[in-house]
C-alpha cells in the first residue's frame, strides 16, 4: 500500500532508498516469494510503473489506509490478502512465512506489538468488503475500529523468535530521524541474531 503523503518524510517515502534500494522494493522483494498476484495501492500510477506490477487505485480517495484495505481486498482474486504498508523497509521474510502460515488457519490474522494491533501488516478476507464500506460512507477510518470489531487470529510479537526480527520488522518509517534509529535497531537485530 503506497497511497499516503509522505508530508513528514518530506519526500516520498516507498521510493525512498534504504542501502541502495527503495523501501518498496525491499518489500517487494519478499512478497513475491509467497504470492503470484502482488499488486501495489495508489493513485499515482506512473510513480509504480517501474515495478512491473499492476497498480490498483483506491475507490474512496482521500480516505487513508482503510480505502487502501478496500481497494486491495476488492482487486484480489484470492480470498484474503496480506496487506503491507510501504514504508517498513526492515520486513522480515520470517515474519511472512509465519502470518502466511496463520492464515491458512485463519480468516484474519493481525500481529500485536506493545502499542496494540499492527493493522498496517495482517491478514485480511474479501468478506469484510461490505463493513468496510460501510464505515468508508460514514467516515468511520479506524483501521484499529475495524479489526476490534472482527475477529482474528492475535499474533503477538513478543516471544517470536529473534531471527523474525519482530522489532523491526513491524516499524514504520515516517520521518528520516526516525529511519536513522531503525537503521541502527535493524542492525543490532541482525548483529545480536542467533544463528
Known amino acids: ?38 499488486f501495489i495501492v495508489s493513485n499515482e500510477n ?16 482521500g480516505l487513508g489506509p482503510l480505502a ?16 503491507v504498508a510501504c514504508d517498513m523497509p526492515f520486513l522480515s521474510d520470517g ?10 488457519e485463519h480468516p484474519m490474522v493481525v500481529p500485536y506489538g506493545p502499542k496494540g494491533p499492527e493493522p498496517l501488516l495482517a491478514i485480511y478476507p474479501k468478506g469484510l468488503i461490505g463493513a468496510i464500506e460501510k464505515r468508508l460512507r460514514a467516515n468511520r477510518l479506524s483501521m484499529r475500529g475495524l479489526i476490534e470489531a472482527h475477529p482474528h487470529k492475535r499474533l503477538s ?10 522489532e523491526v520488522s513491524t516499524l514504520n518509517i515516517n520521518t528520516k ?12 537485530c541482525v548483529s545480536n541474531k542467533t544463528p
Open 46 to 61: 506512473s510513480l509504480y510503473e517501474r515495478f512491473g506490477l499492476k497498480i490498483v487505485g483506491d475507490e474512496f480517495p
Open 1 to 38: 500500500m503506497a497511497g499516503g503523503k509522505s508530508s513528514r518524510f518530506g519526500e516520498n517515502k516507498a521510493l525512498f532508498p534504504v542501502r541502495g534500494v527503495p523501501m518498496i522494493e525491499r518489500i517487494i522483494d519478499i512478497l513475491k516469494k509467497y504470492t503470484e498476484e502482488l
Open 177 to 188: 530521524k526516525e529511519l536513522e534509529k531503525a537503521l541502527s535497531l535493524y542492525d543490532k
Open 68 to 83: 487502501g484495505l478496500h481497494a486491495a481486498l476488492k482487486a484480489a482474486s484470492t480470498k484474503q490478502v496480506l496487506l
Open 95 to 104: 515474519l511472512v512465512a509465519h502470518l502466511v502460515t496463520l492464515g491458512k
Open 157 to 166: 510479537l513478543k516471544g517470536l523468535p529473534p531471527k523474525l526480527y519482530p
